[in-house]
């Protein structure tokens, strides 16, 4: 069944309060919710969230219930360090965040007066659990973060958001965290930006946050991500910040220090309302990151098209047969123009793209054929 993208709406319609929350914070750089991946210890809840007191820093993060793949891993400290995050709170003056699993998580949550919650990813999957989260939440003023469920589904990642919505729930958001992929990739969640640019052109007034954490799973990627998704208008980052990354409890390889934070949100190029080009720019940035993640596919699917390659010259080696075989490639070539005039490619273009694949992929097989 097709989404009935149109219900979404008239619900949101009625929400003039949906970006609400984030305009009063009236923040001059993007939303940052920064904190580590889990809770471990007091000291470390507190220690962290005092280096990022004075920082662009709006909501302190700390994972209470951890969803991990295996049993017997760190599931997180529970109800205690609900606890440190209330002294983060009136020790620092800065907000708080965590994720919320069932009823109970919200009602214990809801109780220590924590200011945002999110729908971790595989949450967001359940409709069952998103279900009773949204009924335990019935009427909250708290803002409520949605992640992107683990698979690439749109309709499942708004219908989150609808179940929310109609729970009479106004300040809510979203976060782009990456989707899995049983093939590996160099992200560890995938990004797959369009389906991010695709929700946030049917509802541009629902905020959009993006996760660089989990969707890199390295710290070294994460000012990259970042950067685009600022250029593609996200509202804000969430990032995982720890001062001891390696030795943390929970994804260590993907946090930051506080003073690596700190840098990024300096290196970030933001782009200033004031600016009388604003719109401009931030069009043309929006347009130009849209261009460099298609650039990046096209290399990625190139270089799958040359392990292909690689293998039929393997099978061609076994079998002792020639490389170019011209009644397959001319098929290949007749396709490909058609496909490409649907496109609006013109035939001079596609032929010439195919001949240099085409070349490349006969290198590649050579190389193979003669060791
Ligand atoms: C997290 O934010 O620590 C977390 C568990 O995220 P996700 O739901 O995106 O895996
Ligand atoms: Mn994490």
New binding site residues.
Partial sequence: MEFNFEILLKIMENKKELRGWLDDLKLDHPLVIAGP??AETEEQVLRIAHELKDTDVNYY?A?IW??RTRPGMFEGVGALGLKWLQKVKDETGMKTAT?VANAAHVKLALEHDVDLL?I????TVSPFIVQEIADALQGTDKIILV?NP?NPDLPLWLGAIERLATANIKKLGV?H?GFSTYEKTKYR?NPEWQLAIELQTKFPDLPIIN?P??ITGKRDMIFDVSQTALDLNFDGL?I?THFDPDNAW??ASQQVTPKVLIQIMKDLKIKKESDPEADYNKQLDNLRAQIDIVDNQIIDLLGKRMKAADSIGALKKQKNVAVLQSKRWNEILGKMVLEGESKGLSEEFVLKMFKAIHQESINHQEKIING
């Fill in positions: 991946c889990s993060r994972g951890k969803p994720e999110w971790g990813a595989r949450s992640k683990v976060i965290r969640n996760d954490s989990h969430m995982e929970s994804d």
